[in-house]
T-cell receptor, first 117, second 116 residues
């Protein structure tokens, strides 16, 4: 399978600071990447769809000014949590699709555990 | 709006048992369905991907079936082992017209414990 790498795998930050999470497709080009978050003991919820060279599409209820997404190249998407607060503490996971064929699957990064103190 | 439900939420079995995890979805217009495994505090490991035209997929001791008309999928684990202990998530790929949106809608997961 294809490889998607996330960095960092965990981060602790102070309330009010911003944190950037990177998602890279290592061995394929991904025109579309997806960002999910997972609260403890809950399932994954899609936050936004990141499109290379254009604005991200956010799911209902997700603040686009708080969760800034940049997809500047075909192998890199970044999620910046701005002015982080303790309620933003969560597990963030990205996924990427290889190509646009109808039956291509999504490959997931290993996730980033964000703790805001 | 598509909703994915997994039953049971938790399951504890002795080693060696065969078991079935259930997944149901409300909108049968899905593209693919995928089963994942998640260990505590870790990311997702893909187990099986069933494409919309398929009815089942097998990998080792795992077998997943898909019945789109009834909105159901099952994951069968044969001869369970303590190393199978994890949370199992099913997810459906959203469909928009004839396109696979690539977005995944996840169930809540079934947490499995296999006792030695």
């Amino acid at each position: 399978g294809a490889v998607v790498s996330q960095h960092p795998s965990w981060v602790i930050c102070k309330s009010g600071t911003s944190v950037k999470i990177e998602c890279r497709s290592l061995d394929f080009q991904a025109t579309t990447m997806f960002w999910y978050r997972q609260f403890p003991k809950q399932s994954l919820m899609l936050m936004a769809t990141s499109n290379e060279g254009s604005k991200a599409t956010y799911e209902q209820g997700v603040e686009k000014d708080k969760f800034l997404i940049n997809h500047a190249s075909l192998t890199l998407s970044t999620l910046t949590v701005t002015s982080a607060h303790p309620e933003d503490s969560s597990f963030y996971i990205c996924s990427a699709r290889r190509g646009l064929l109808m039956n291509t699957e999504a490959f997931f990064g290993q996730g980033t555990r964000l703790t805001v103190v | 709006k598509q909703e994915v439900t997994q039953i049971p939420a938790a399951l504890s079995v002795p080693e060696g048992e065969n078991l079935v995890l259930n997944c149901s979805f409300t909108d049968s217009a899905i593209y693919n369905l995928q089963w994942f495994r998640q260990d505590p505090g870790k990311g997702l490991t893909s187990l099986l991907l069933i494409q919309s035209s398929q009815r089942e997929q097998t990998s080792g001791r795992l077998n997943a079936s898909l019945d789109k008309s009834s909105g159901r999928s099952t994951l069968y684990i044969a001869a369970s082992q303590p190393g199978d202990s994890a949370t199992y998530l099913c997810a459906v790929y959203g469909r928009l017209g004839s396109s696979n949106t690539g977005k995944l809608i996840f169930g809540q997961g079934t947490t499995l414990q296999v006792k030695p």
